[in-house]
């Protein structure tokens, strides 16, 4: 478990020189070059993840750009479930033509035995990178957490709710169950498939997990998700897991079994550590919008949270959630540095 890299050093609790930081969806729309790459395929966005050499190209992007601690592979967490039978399509949100909403719809659902040949342009975006990479940075790949990829599959679509989900889980729990299983197992093989190809970390991403109550996350998430982390081949390879929304349930999410939690903006940072205790690491957790505040009230909201964090190990700095694509890029920037300087040892 040791390491050069600042990041890989704070998710193991690891003494660091400065705070490392990425940000979530530190590839993307607010970047003028990520979207002349896009231009250029002339294709569509899932084009663009199936194409290696420019998927690579975007995933370096921000290293260059903004000076960001980590790389994080370029895909979605949608596409591994087109292997197991669902039409997806971005228009620009996520769609899927064939929901999943029967016991035979869950029936044919395909867990394919080899990820590495059934999105076989995971691993080859991984493989470019960490020669691209060369050492510089660490690479992390990620996927959905089961619940809210599930949350997709049933709806076919994004929602505030995803109460057609919610509606199987609730009245049908051994379709439920089935199709869980089934995700969670695409999942395992799929992440264990990114660790085998380079992945440095893994980031499980639970969006919509936060939308359950305490006492339904427990028995309709959490084992699933822990049975996930359980089934990974996790020796140095620190695994995150993030769930939106989840600051009121951190024991439970803690209970998962990931080396760091990620956290939104909704819990103060020193509230979540001291529930936490000092056996985890932390990702998180600045509001996304206040890279739209001038740059001296960024550097203020910087100095807040590590503050907040109070020098404790373990503690990688971030969004509470996706970069918006209308940021401007130079407030990015400027986010990253004031977490460089003002954290230097
Ligand atoms: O972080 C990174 O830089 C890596 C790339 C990444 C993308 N999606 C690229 C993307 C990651 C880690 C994701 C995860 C993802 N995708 C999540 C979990 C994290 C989160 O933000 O909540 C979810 C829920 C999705 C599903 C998804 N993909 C939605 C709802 C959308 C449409 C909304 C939107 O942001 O446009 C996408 C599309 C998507 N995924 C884009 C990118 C860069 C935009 C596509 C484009 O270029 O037009």
Redesign the pocket.
Known sequence: MTSDYNFIKACWRQPVDRVPVWL??????YLSQ?KEV?AKGGGT?LD?CKDPARAAEV?IQ?IDILDADAA???????TPLEPMGLELD?V???VFANPVRTKADVDALVVPEDMATAVSYVPEILQRLRVAFAGRVPLIG?G?APF?LAC?MVEGQ?SKDFASLKQMMYSDFPLYDELMKKVTEMDRRYLNMQIAAGAQAI?I?D?WGGLLAPHDFERYNLPYVKNLIDGLDRTDIPIIYFV?NGGTMLELVKAAGSDVIGLDWHVNLDKARAILGDDVAVQGNLDPTVLYAPKDYIEKEVQRILDENAGRPGFIFNLG??IL?TVPPENAIHLVECVHRLSQK
């Open positions: 979530m969806r530190q590839a993307g729309r990520y896009r966005f663009l995933t921000p994080i592979l370029f895909s979605d967490i949608l971005f620009p949100g996520p990620f959905g809210t997709y994004g980031q991403f969006t939106k959630h996706g694509p």
